[in-house]
């Protein structure tokens, strides 16, 4: 792919996203072509700004960065997120994979790390930070199965109280295909209540605009 790098900043706090600006600009194989607020602002511009690598926050208003990636890359699926955020949670970091960031950074890193990351994600290769790295550690090779993209969605539409009517609505599948995902969600996360679903939810950022401010 021909340089510059096209670079999307995506982050509700505007100075750390003018802070990241003004890092890239340092260099000359990139070219940052849009700053914006929220995963909504992202997926409207999506065509216009054209980016090869978006720089994702993950708790934003309207659309959090977690939905917001599923919909890019089902919209342009060549487009490399990576999700930058001061959580090192590993729940957040699986969450973010499953969803199809190539890249999870720290916003505390190096100033030049976020440069590494944007070059190692448009080789084709993931990116992890090294506190990222160490994060995850202790749950690879655990008993718990982390949900797929699909499964994200639809706990986020369960714990927004949506009926499995609703989801089934809202994602053209059917009921039936709902119920089971349910029951897979419930299982993998060892939750048996609805209410725990929601509450999973909050503490691990699965609703954008609620929980931990990062």
């Known amino acids: 792919m021909s340089l510059p790098y096209r670079i999307v900043i995506v982050d509700d706090h505007p100075m750390v996203a003018e802070g990241i600006q003004s890092i890239l600009e340092s260099y000359d194989d990139v070219n940052v072509v849009g700053t914006l607020t ?12 054209d980016p090869d690598v978006i ?9 959090g960065g977690l939905s917001a990636t599923e919909i890019v890359l089902e919209k342009r699926p060549g487009t490399r997120i990576v999700i930058l955020s001061m959580h090192d949670n590993p729940e957040y970091i ?16 190096p100033t030049d790390e976020i440069k590494q990351a944007i070059d190692t994600v448009m ?13 995850l550690a202790p749950k690879e090779g655990g008993t718990r199965e982390a ?45 048996s209540s609805t209410a725990g ?18």
């Open 38 to 49: 929220n995963g909504r602002a992202v997926i409207d511009q999506l065509d216009t700004l």
């Open 55 to 63: 720089l994702m926050d993950l708790n934003m208003p309207e659309i």
């Open 94 to 109: 699986s969450s973010a994979l499953s969803h199809g960031a190539m890249g999870y950074i720290l916003k505390d890193v």
């Open 123 to 135: 080789s084709g290769e993931r990116y992890l930070c090294t506190g990222a790295k160490g994060s």
């Open 147 to 191: 949900l797929t993209g699909r499964e994200q969605t639809i706990l986020l539409q369960l714990a927004q109280g949506q009926s499995n009517k609703a989801v089934a609505l809202t994602l053209d599948i059917s009921v039936r295909t709902v119920e089971t995902h349910r029951k897979n969600i419930k299982r993998k996360l060892g939750i």
């Open 197 to 214: 679903l929601t509450r999973y939810a909050l503490e691990h950022g699965v609703l954008q605009g609620t929980g931990a401010d990062f």
